[in-house]
């Protein structure tokens, strides 16, 4: 009777164990299933910080200039506030473990006009980020990347529990630059229609003033009329003077131009070590003569992005032919 | 007939000897003296396992809660209750942690997040569990250094507020006035204690874009159906051999094409604008602008959703109509916004704002 009693009471406690046991592995399974959910949507999450605000507002994805994830996520106000897991560290995956990985920056030709001579080039920078996953030991190397291309590239290798998260704030930059594209057409828009409008006017002027010469038998001949040098003529209709407060708001456009003219930002952050933003943009408007142009060009100053050859300067031009003459 | 034989049997078992039963409750006393901080460490990391598992699962359900309601439970009502529909989890199981200790919410909007030029409201949360000890920490280690809790979390008339030096069970808490970012960014789980975080910032980007594409499409929408009405009164009215003085005096070139709209709420203003036909009226409700924008938005062939924003909500929790302005604004400006065009003068196409830009005096409000 006792082997038989001892044997039951063994059967029991092990029962017990084992019951313990699965009941902890299968929790922690769910867990671990739903952490590395948790960082997925985490990473994305940064993507869409970078994307969204940060890349738009400094005009580059990384504008403190430093090299890992730890640091970007530490130096960073917008990404500070986010958080991957319930440890304190901004930057500690949901196993505690501090995110790895690379940031690289390199300038990239975002927009080629090659009939106008413009192309802008802008700092687009890739994004590495990797979490050591639940065995919490990295076994992705990542030590040779050196270019936006390689960093792509990198995966986890096979059998690897890392999460490896990439992408690149090219897409954003290209936003931009088209956000800032279409605010120089709608000037450009408005001018002509301002100068169109003008000219409607200055023609039925013409038009009365020469009925009234005809009803005083004073007309000038037709070809006096063609020979009249119209761009010199105090009354011949002009462009806005964009640089002028009260003609942006009579174009409708004192938006778009407070867009284009803006300084960007500063990333005020503990521990900053480079420039990280300041650099403002400039709106110019040339009307040039005789041949009723207006050039609206946007310009780079002490901002990231630069033109043709790497050279900061004009970053976009418009140029509006405006029809004169009867 | 077995008896002898048992009898026998149970003769010759005689038991254990004293000496035997001391050894082995030695050997026990040992054995268990040894294993015990082991399996004392066993569930002690089973409890933070299922602490770390419970607060994931409370933020999945508040990220369910923001995206259903727009908001986040009040820290001042019952949270768990209310985050109880969005989760397995019983509002028992989320008001108390797994050591059996009420868990600390707190949630706060920051009202002046700058996005883009554009201040957008940002939601942020904590829950926090006290840990084993039931206690909330005031110190966490960080390498070798000990450092206080430091949960600044509003600003307040005499300047920042620090929590660090706060007793427990009043870990952290937000102020009515605006809060920084950087405070919770820098929160911080002392000693034993665990908790998440969480904000809608991510998600406000989305909505932020999201706006943005709608107002776009809109005016894309809005050059369309300009261009069209004017092709159509040029088409009805200027095709014979003699056509009206209106095609060739500016009178079909000046009109508004465009959906007509009261502009202003001043009756001097708004009987220059030709506005007998009123398709939003921006004085009423949020409710009546937002059937209003909508039916704008079936004259323009939009979806019914893009008559709001993305990121905005009523008290009631419903998006927040756009506001539009049929002809925002005069072609030659003077003083301020300059005067009111008149029935001929050009005008510039409509204008959807976010915020109601009336009529006033100040250049910034011109509608």
Redesign the interface.
């Known amino acids: 009777m006792q082997p038989l009693l001892f044997f039951v009471m063994f059967l029991m406690l092990m029962s017990a164990v084992g019951s313990y046991v699965y009941d902890?592995t299968s929790?922690?399974q769910?867990?671990t299933q739903?952490?590395i959910a948790?960082m997925q949507e985490y990473f994305r999450?940064v993507e869409?910080?970078v994307n969204?605000?940060i890349t738009?507002?400094y005009w580059r994805g990384n504008p403190l200039g430093v090299s890992t994830p730890a640091d970007y996520i530490h130096d960073t106000?917008?990404l500070?506030?986010?958080?991957p897991?319930?440890f304190?560290d901004?930057a500690a995956d949901q196993w505690g473990s501090p995110i790895v990985g690379k940031i690289i920056t390199s300038p990239l030709v975002i927009y080629n006009d090659a009939t106008a001579g413009v192309q802008a080039l802008a700092p687009v920078t890739g994004f590495l980020f990797i979490s050591p996953g639940p065995d919490r030991t990295v076994q992705t190397d990542y030590s040779a990347v050196n270019s936006l291309s390689a960093l792509q590239g990198v995966a986890a290798p096979s059998g690897s529990d890392d999460i490896v998260y990439t992408f690149t704030d090219e897409d954003a930059q290209r936003r931009t630059f088209n956000r800032m594209q279409a605010a120089v057409q709608r000037v450009g828009a408005a001018e002509q229609q301002y100068f169109e409008?003008g000219l409607?006017t200055y023609h039925k002027a013409k038009m009365a003033e020469y009925a009234d010469q005809l009803d005083a038998g004073t007309a000038p001949t037709l070809a006096s009329m063609m020979s009249v040098d119209d761009p010199h003529d105090p009354d011949y209709p002009k462009f806005a003077d964009i640089s002028k407060d009260?003609?942006r708001?009579?174009l409708?456009v004192d938006g778009d131009i407070g867009d284009l003219t803006k300084t960007l930002p500063t990333m005020a952050t503990p521990g900053a070590t480079s420039n990280a933003g300041g650099g403002s943009l400039k709106l110019t408007g040339i009307q040039s003569g005789p041949d009723y142009t207006l050039k609206i060009a946007n310009s780079s100053s002490a901002t990231p992005w630069s033109s043709n050859g790497g050279v900061a300067g004009t970053l976009y031009t418009l140029t509006v032919h405006a029809q004169g003459g009867y | 007939m077995n008896t002898p034989k048992l009898a026998k049997r149970l003769a010759a078992n005689r038991g254990f000897t004293l000496v035997e039963m001391v050894i082995t409750v030695a050997v026990l006393a040992i054995l268990l003296a040894i294993s015990f901080p082991s399996i004392y460490q066993f569930i002690s990391n089973r409890d933070e396992l299922r602490e770390h598992t419970a607060q994931l699962e409370i933020r999945k359900a508040m990220e369910a809660y923001l995206a259903d309601k727009g908001s986040l439970p009040s820290d001042t009502g019952n949270w768990a209750e209310d985050l109880a529909g969005y989760t397995n989890l019983s509002a028992d199981d989320i008001a108390n942690d797994v050591w059996g200790n009420p868990r600390m919410y707190v949630e706060g909007e920051d009202s002046t997040r700058n996005i883009q030029g554009t201040t957008v409201p940002v939601l942020y949360a904590t829950v926090l569990s006290m840990g084993v000890n039931g206690e909330a920490d005031k110190t966490y280690k960080e390498g070798a250094t000990v450092k206080n809790v430091d949960g600044v979390a509003f600003s307040s008339a005499a300047g920042k507020t620090i929590f660090g030096g706060a007793t427990s069970h009043d870990w952290w808490s937000y102020g009515t006035s605006a809060q920084v970012v950087d405070a919770f960014a820098a929160l911080h789980a002392g000693g034993d204690d665990i908790f998440t975080r969480l904000t809608d910032y991510p998600q406000k980007l989305d909505a932020y874009n999201k706006t943005l594409d709608r107002l776009d499409r809109i005016s894309k929408a809005l050059e369309t159906y300009g261009r069209n009405g004017y092709a159509e009164t040029i088409s009805a009215n200027c095709g014979g051999a003699t056509p009206p003085a209106a095609c060739t005096d500016g009178t079909y070139d000046n009109r508004i094409y465009y959906p007509k709209a009261i502009a202003s709420y001043s009756t001097g203003d708004s009987a220059t604008y030709n506005n007998n036909t009123v398709i939003v009226d921006n004085r009423q409700s949020a409710d009546t602008r937002r059937t209003q924008m909508k039916n704008l938005m079936r004259i323009l062939g939009l979806p019914d959703e893009f008559c709001c924003s993305a990121i905005s909500v009523d008290a009631n929790g419903n998006p927040m109509p756009f506001y539009y302005f049929s002809n925002p604004r005069p072609r030659n400006a003077g003083s301020g916004c300059g005067a009111r065009p008149s029935g001929t003068a050009r005008k510039l196409p409509a204008r959807l704002t976010t915020t109601n830009n009336a009529d006033s005096a100040s250049d910034a409000t011109c509608g």
Do not use: F, H, I, Y
């Open positions: 902890n929790s922690s769910q867990l739903e952490r948790a999450n869409s910080v969204n605000d738009p507002t106000p917008q500070r506030q986010l958080s897991g319930t304190s901004s409008d409607n009260a003609d708001k009579a409708g």
